[in-house]
């Protein structure tokens, strides 16, 4: 692991580390499968996460034994009918959906000369840092559909970093879903990880919530 003093950079996940739109993909992905008789259980649930959309409905399909009964066609129109519903939920978010601690993390990073980069999977990323009245703070920001392959392959990451101009080890990145934490450590970043201890075991560092993700904590972690 990189020590801290190395660092000069930060990218981040969005849903699940900047706010919780896990619940609204949720909601909207549980919707859909229970309308093809798919049966919903937490580790589709947790496996959802942090991977993009039409990877998403494929193991959605998959858990449910249907992933050879729709054409490409017919899938694009179940991913997209789960959009419109998610986006009509994230429409009514707000800065109070800012998850605990992460303004004054990123106003202390800005203050203190880190870089900050988003690498989320979410194609709706810009809407929501929008709504969360967080724009300013991302100038760069991946692409989701430049990429080949998604989390946790490390493209997305290493993109993060790339738009920062730093090298791997100058960054960390932040992940609540394993998949990502599988995607930074192979981009050969500072891993940080934000939830279950068993989940995220393969995290450099963890906590438990977004409240104790502070500049003192993760150096006090990374020695
Ligand atoms: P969209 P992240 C990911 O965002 C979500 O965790 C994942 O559940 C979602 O399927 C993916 O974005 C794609 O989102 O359908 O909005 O393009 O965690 O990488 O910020
Ligand atoms: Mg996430």
């Known amino acids: 692991m990189a020590t801290f003093k190395q660092i000069k950079g930060f990218v981040f996940d969005l849903d699940g580390v900047i706010t919780d739109t896990s619940l609204y993909h949720t909601k909207a992905w549980r919707q859909l499968a229970e309308k093809l008789g798919v049966a919903w259980n937490k580790d589709l649930e947790e496996g959802l996460k942090g991977i993009s959309r039409m990877d998403s409905l494929e193991l959605i399909l998959k858990t449910g034994g249907k992933e050879n009964d729709y054409s490409h066609d017919e899938k694009v129109a179940l991913a997209t009918e789960k959009n419109t ?123 438990d919530d977004t409240a104790q993700m502070t500049l003192a904590n993760i150096e006090k972690a990374m020695g």
């Open 85 to 207: 519903n998610y986006v009509n939920e994230i429409k009514k978010m707000t800065p109070a959906n800012i998850l605990p601690g992460i303004k004054d993390f990123l106003d202390d990073l800005r203050d203190k000369g880190y870089l900050i980069s988003l690498a989320s999977a979410s194609k709706n990323g810009p809407t929501v840092l929008k709504q969360l009245q967080l724009t300013d703070y991302f100038p760069k920001v991946v692409d989701p559909a430049t990429l080949s392959k998604g989390k946790p392959d490390p493209e997305i990451y290493t993109k993060g970093a790339e738009l920062l101009d730093l090298a791997p080890e100058e960054c960390i990145g932040v992940e609540d879903a394993e998949a990502g934490i599988q995607a930074i450590n192979a981009a050969h970043e500072t891993s940080v990880g934000i939830g279950d201890a068993k989940t995220l075991a393969a995290a450099d560092v963890r906590f």
